[in-house]
Nanobody, 124 residues
């Protein structure tokens, strides 16, 4: 059983930066496709970014391309999301998720286990 714990959220002004971390325990996720999702109040959870087990394949939601960078450190069983040039519309709870399947993570249906989330608030 894998447990995921997100951290690094907080309140930041527009244009600022935050770095989210997703630490895995229980089992290694070094061979798993991992991803970041977010959910704003009253909206569905949406895909933000994902990364293959070796970092060779990376996908981003169009609106975060050029601003967000996903990465992972398999030795630390941890995934990261560096968020720069934050905008008020990035305000949401951010969740990390992983897949037990070989395919890419591009939607919530691709995720088999979730963390509990960390809140990001961007003020204008």
């Amino acid at each position: 059983q894998v447990q995921l714990v997100e951290s690094g959220g907080g309140l930041v002004q527009a244009g600022g930066s935050l770095r989210l971390s997703c630490a895995a325990s229980g089992r290694t996720v070094s061979s798993s496709y991992m991803g970041w999702f977010r959910q704003a109040p009253g909206k569905e959870r949406e895909f933000v970014a994902s990364i293959s087990w070796n970092g060779a394949y990376i996908y981003y939601k169009d609106s975060v391309k050029g601003r967000f960078t996903i990465s992972r450190d398999n030795a630390k069983n941890t995934m990261y999301l560096q968020m720069n040039s934050l905008k008020p519309e990035d305000t949401a709870a951010y969740y990390c998720g992983g897949s037990r399947r070989p395919g890419p993570v591009r939607a919530t249906r691709d995720v088999d286990y979730w963390g509990k989330g960390t809140l990001v608030t961007v003020s204008s």
